[in-house]
């Protein structure tokens, strides 16, 4: 069997040294080594098939280049996966692995998932949820870089940074998609503001009309829950027995559940959809939005963009800390002292136009 090339054999056939051939296969060639010698030392390891060893350079650098991922019940979701997607790709991409440990919406366990992660020796911590929702976070993540996606610090002075949905602006760009259809009577159904996105949804319905110049009519916005029936039923209040020149003529609602049962509802009561009442959903979730008859409007979560912008943050504070400053007051095991700060990175939804938005019908 043929000898496993090393950095030495590499360094021989380039013509420079071990040291050079170790900075230029670790990311640190640039100012340190010539161009023409990082291209020969590059040529070379790809001729002797020839990589680091990623033990010994985690030894070195005092990193295990594994994140720690806890969810709250993410891993059994075929949804809100997509989040640790998009992080475990950007990980990967950098030459991390992650592993997940999903809690299964019980919080008594997050501190003991969070110390068996730390246990593992890993770089960084990123929590995830199913929802956007305030999390009190486990005290023992502060031992190494962490950050939250989909959810936020609950502590007075959060100190983690999150990155989360812009709610407010889906809610507004929901409603400026049927107003740029000519729509002007817009119900919004809604879960219970028990979860913020129901909230942050409405406000952005708010502000579409307060930016467009236009009064809001409270009475069009209804707080019924979050599933198929809330819709039917929520719907069924709104339009059932009422003149059709009083109904609105067009519905957003909070989620795509709800979004099924507003067309239901219309069904029921013999009307069509998009051409009496334009009706748009919220999430753009997998194997519904899409499948819908008519195919649903809706604005669309950022969940891989959420993970993946969650991921690149915490790399870079990972590299932060891992590197000592110039005045060598890194923390023990080459940590630094967190900063105290946080902050609230806002990923835009997105936008897709489907078949249940219409024209708003003729004579309203």
Known sequence: MNRKATALD?????????SAVSLVLNGRGDGNVALESQQRIRE?????????????????????????????????????????????AVAREHGFVTVVMDTELDGSRDEGAVETLLDRQVDGLMYVTVGLRPLHVPANMDRVPAILANCFDDRPEAVVPAVIPDEVRGGREAAEHVMSLGHRDIAFLAGDSLT?????????????????????????????????????????????????????????????????????????????????????????EFRIAKAMVPALSTMALPLREMGAAAMTSLLRDVDRQQA????????????????????????PCRLVVRDSTGQVPAGR
């Open 196 to 284: 913020p996105a129901a909230p942050r949804r409405i406000e952005g319905y708010r502000s579409a009309f307060l930016h467009a110049g236009l009064p809001v009519n409270e009475a069009r916005v209804l707080q019924v829950g979050w599933d198929i029936d809330a819709g039917f039923h929520g719907t069924m209040k709104l339009l059932d027995g009422v003149e059709p020149a009083r109904r609105p003529t067009a519905i957003l609602c909070a989620n795509d559940r709800l979004a099924i049962g507003v067309v239901l509802a219309c069904y029921r009561l013999g009307l069509s959809v998009p051409q009496d009442i334009s009706v748009m959903g919220y999430d753009d």
């Open 324 to 347: 000592p400053d110039d005045g060598g007051t890194a923390a023990p095991g080459g940590k630094e002292p967190r900063s105290g700060t946080s902050a609230e990175t806002m990923v």
């Open 10 to 18: 590499v360094a021989k056939l380039a013509g420079v040294s071990r």
């Open 44 to 88: 070379a390891a790809a001729a002797l098939n020839y990589s680091p060893n990623k033990i010994a350079l985690s030894l070195r650098n005092r990193q295990s280049r594994i994140i720690g991922i806890v969810s709250d019940q993410v891993v059994t979701s075929p949804f809100d996966g997509n989040i640790i997607a998009g992080a475990d």
